[in-house]
C-alpha cells in the first residue's frame, strides 16, 4: 500500500526548473489563438510542432496563423523549410525544437509548443518517443531500399519477412500497416536489434525509474517530498524530456465539423486555389517529388483534378471542395484518436496524467471563460509551484474524455469468419459479440434442399401405368 501512494507523491506542487507548454488538439479547434494569448500573458515564444506549417509559402493551404494574429510574438520553426528541401524526419524536427526551446530559455522566456502534428509532439515531449526512427535518419527511403531491397518489397511480404527475425513485433502491427510494418524491420536491418527488444528495454528502464523514485522516497523519510519531485520530474529519472504543461482544446464533433467545413469554404475565398496552381506549376518546373513533403498537404491533392483539367470544369472544382472538406474531418478525427488513446496512454505510463487539461472550446460565445481563463489560472500555478487541480473538474467533457489507461496488449487477431484483423483483446472481445460476427456464424440453410420443388407432372400417367 506504502508504495502504490509514494508513486503519486510527484503531484505535490513545486515550481518547475525547465517549464513547457504544450498546446494539443485537432485542426480548428483554437490552438494558435490559445498559444498566442499565453504567450502575451507569460513573456512566452512559441514553437511550430505543425509538420506541413515549416514550409514556406503556403499560408492558405497550410493554415499558418496569419501575421497579424501572431500579435507581434515571435513564432519559431514556422515557414523556415524551402519546399524543394528534404521533408524533415521525426528526429531532426525533435533535434531542431530542442535547440530552438533552449534558445528562447536563455532569453527568459517561456517556450510554448504548438501544432497539428502529433507524432511531431510526442517526439519532443518524450525521451524515448522516437525509437522508431533509430539508425535510420540519415538515410532517404530510396537509399535504404537501395541497401536493403527488401524494405521495397510488398507489404505481405514484409511482414513475413518481419515474422521471422521479430516475431513479437510482427503481431503488433496490423497486416496492413505498411509504415509501421517497415519500420520495424528497418530498426533490425540498421541497428541489429529487435524492435520489441528495444520497446521492452525502455518499460523496463520506465519500471526502475518508480522504483527509485519510490525507494529514495522511503529510504529518506525526513528530507521534502519537493526534493523526490524534482528528481522525479524534472531531474534525470523522468522519461519526460520537459516539466510540461499541456492543453488539449477540445471540440465536440457536432460542432467541429460545420466549422472545419466554414473554414474550407473561408480559404477558397482567400485563395486556396490560386495557391495550389502556383504551387504545382512550381513543383512540376523543378520536377519535385510529389509524393511527399508539401505536396501530401490537404488542399492540394485533392483539387489537382481540377488543376490539371485547365480549371475549366465547375463540377471538379466543387467535387475538389468537397474533398478537401471530407479529408479535413478525417484528419481531425485521427488527430483526436491520437490524443484520447496515444498521448493519454503515455502519460499515464509515465505517471503524469495530471498534467493533461481539457478546455472545451465547444461554444465560442464561452471561449474566454472556458477556454482562456482556464488556462492562465493553471498555468500561473504550474509556474509558481501552486496545486493544480484535477484535470476532470474543469467540465463535465473533461471528466468524460479524460480517463487513466490502462496498457492495451496489442495482437493482431484475424477473424477468418468476417475477413477482419482486430489489433487487441478488447477489439477482439467487442467483435466476437458483434451482430454481424453472429449473424456471419449463423449456418446458411440450404431451404432448396430441404425442401425441393416437387418434380412436373410430365410422363405422370406412364408412371401409374
Same mark, same amino acid.
Given at each position: 500500500?506504502?508504495?502504490?501512494?509514494?508513486?503519486?507523491l510527484?503531484?505535490?506542487?513545486?515550481?518547475?526548473?525547465?517549464?513547457l507548454?504544450?498546446?494539443?488538439g485537432?485542426?480548428g479547434?483554437?490552438?494558435?489563438?490559445?498559444?498566442?494569448?499565453?504567450?502575451?500573458r507569460?513573456n512566452?515564444?512559441?514553437?511550430n510542432?505543425?509538420?506541413? !506549417?515549416?514550409?514556406?509559402?503556403?499560408?492558405i493551404?497550410?493554415?499558418?496563423i496569419p501575421i497579424e494574429?501572431?500579435k507581434?510574438?515571435?513564432?519559431?520553426?514556422?515557414?523556415?523549410? =524551402?519546399?524543394?528541401? =528534404?521533408?524533415?524526419?521525426?528526429?531532426?524536427f525533435?533535434?531542431?525544437a530542442?535547440?530552438?526551446?533552449g534558445?528562447?530559455?536563455?532569453?527568459?522566456?517561456?517556450?510554448i509548443?504548438?501544432?497539428?502534428?502529433h507524432?511531431?509532439?510526442?517526439?519532443?515531449?518524450f525521451?524515448?518517443a522516437i525509437?522508431?526512427?533509430?539508425?535510420?535518419?540519415?538515410?532517404?527511403?530510396?537509399?535504404?531500399g537501395?541497401?536493403?531491397?527488401?524494405l521495397?518489397?510488398?507489404?505481405? =511480404?514484409?511482414l513475413? =519477412?518481419?515474422?521471422?527475425v521479430?516475431?513479437?513485433? *510482427?503481431r503488433?502491427?496490423?497486416p496492413?500497416?505498411?509504415r509501421k510494418?517497415?519500420?520495424s524491420?528497418?530498426?533490425w536491418?540498421?541497428?541489429?536489434?529487435?524492435a520489441?527488444?528495444?520497446y521492452?528495454?525502455?518499460?523496463?528502464q520506465?519500471?526502475n525509474?518508480r522504483d527509485?523514485?519510490i525507494?529514495?522516497?522511503?529510504e529518506?523519510?525526513?528530507?521534502?517530498s519537493?526534493?523526490v519531485?524534482?528528481?522525479?520530474?524534472?531531474?534525470?529519472?523522468?522519461?519526460?524530456?520537459?516539466d510540461?504543461?499541456?492543453?488539449?482544446?477540445?471540440?465536440?464533433?457536432y460542432?467541429l465539423n460545420?466549422?472545419?467545413?466554414?473554414r474550407?469554404?473561408?480559404m477558397?475565398?482567400d #485563395?486556396?486555389?490560386?495557391e495550389? !496552381?502556383?504551387?504545382?506549376?512550381?513543383?512540376?518546373e523543378k520536377?519535385?517529388?510529389?509524393?511527399?513533403?508539401?505536396?501530401?498537404?490537404?488542399g492540394f491533392k485533392?483539387?489537382?483534378?481540377y488543376?490539371?483539367?485547365?480549371?475549366?470544369?465547375?463540377?471538379?472544382?466543387q467535387e475538389?471542395i468537397?474533398r478537401?472538406?471530407?479529408?479535413t474531418?478525417?484528419?481531425?478525427?485521427?488527430?483526436?484518436?491520437?490524443?484520447?488513446l496515444?498521448?493519454?496512454?503515455?502519460?499515464?505510463?509515465?505517471?503524469?496524467?495530471?498534467?493533461l487539461?481539457?478546455?472545451? *472550446?465547444?461554444?465560442?460565445?464561452?471561449?474566454?471563460?472556458?477556454?482562456?481563463?482556464?488556462a492562465?489560472?493553471i498555468?500561473?500555478?504550474?509556474?509558481? #509551484?501552486?496545486?493544480?487541480?484535477?484535470?476532470?473538474?474543469?467540465?463535465?467533457?473533461?471528466?468524460?474524455?479524460?480517463?487513466?489507461?490502462?496498457?492495451?496488449?496489442?495482437? *493482431?487477431?484475424?477473424?477468418?469468419?468476417?475477413g477482419?484483423?482486430?489489433m487487441?483483446h478488447?477489439q477482439?472481445?467487442?467483435?466476437?459479440q458483434s451482430?454481424g460476427h453472429?449473424?456471419?456464424l449463423?449456418?446458411?440453410?440450404d431451404?432448396?434442399a430441404?425442401?425441393?420443388?416437387?418434380?412436373?407432372?410430365? #410422363?405422370?400417367g406412364?408412371?401409374?401405368?
Open positions: 500500500m506504502l508504495r502504490r501512494e509514494l508513486r503519486w510527484h503531484m505535490a506542487p513545486v515550481r518547475p526548473m525547465n517549464p507548454i504544450a498546446v494539443v485537432t485542426t479547434t483554437g490552438k494558435s489563438q490559445l498559444a498566442v494569448s499565453l504567450a502575451e507569460f512566452g515564444e512559441i514553437i510542432g505543425d509538420a506541413l !506549417q515549416i514550409y514556406k509559402g503556403l499560408p493551404t497550410t493554415n499558418k494574429e501572431r507581434g510574438i515571435p513564432h519559431h520553426l514556422l515557414g523556415c523549410v =524551402e519546399l524543394d528541401e =528534404e521533408p524533415w524526419t521525426v528526429r531532426k525533435r533535434d531542431r530542442s535547440k530552438t526551446i534558445e528562447i530559455r536563455s532569453r527568459g522566456k517561456l517556450p509548443l504548438v501544432g497539428g502534428t507524432y511531431y509532439t510526442q517526439s519532443l515531449l525521451k524515448d525509437v522508431e526512427q533509430q539508425g535510420v535518419d540519415h538515410l532517404t527511403e530510396e537509399e535504404q537501395q541497401k536493403w531491397p527488401i521495397d518489397a510488398s507489404t505481405e =511480404e514484409l513475413e =519477412e518481419l515474422r521471422k521479430d516475431p513479437m513485433m *510482427a503488433y502491427w496490423h496492413t500497416d505498411r510494418i517497415r519500420r524491420l528497418e530498426i536491418l540498421t541497428t541489429g536489434r529487435r520489441s527488444e528495444i521492452d528495454h525502455q518499460q523496463r520506465l519500471r525509474v527509485i523514485d525507494d529514495r522516497a522511503t529518506e523519510p525526513t528530507k521534502s519537493d526534493n519531485h524534482e528528481r522525479s520530474v524534472t531531474g534525470q529519472y523522468s522519461p519526460l524530456s520537459y510540461t504543461l499541456i492543453f488539449w482544446t477540445h471540440v465536440k464533433k460542432m460545420p466549422r472545419l467545413s466554414k474550407v469554404d473561408g477558397v475565398s #485563395g486556396l486555389l490560386e495550389v !496552381q502556383s504551387t504545382y506549376s512550381l513543383l512540376q520536377c519535385m517529388n510529389q509524393s511527399a513533403g508539401i505536396s501530401i498537404a490537404i485533392e483539387l489537382l483534378p488543376i490539371i483539367d485547365g480549371n475549366n470544369s465547375e463540377s471538379l472544382k475538389g468537397e478537401v472538406k471530407i479529408a474531418r478525417q484528419y481531425a478525427k485521427q488527430q483526436g484518436r491520437w490524443i484520447r496515444r498521448l493519454q496512454q503515455a502519460l499515464s505510463a509515465a505517471d503524469v496524467s495530471h498534467r487539461f481539457l478546455l472545451d *472550446a465547444t461554444d465560442l460565445s464561452r471561449w474566454s471563460q472556458n477556454v482562456e481563463e482556464k492562465m489560472e498555468t500561473t500555478a504550474f509556474l509558481g #509551484g501552486g496545486a493544480l487541480p484535477d484535470p476532470k473538474s474543469l467540465s463535465a467533457t473533461a471528466k468524460e474524455m479524460l480517463f487513466t489507461t490502462e496498457k492495451i496488449t496489442r495482437a *493482431a487477431r484475424h477473424c477468418d469468419v468476417c477482419k484483423t482486430l487487441n478488447e477482439w472481445a467487442l467483435h466476437v451482430k453472429k449473424k456471419a449463423t449456418p446458411k440453410v431451404w432448396q430441404l425442401y425441393p420443388r416437387s418434380r412436373p407432372n410430365v #410422363g405422370r406412364e408412371d401409374e401405368k
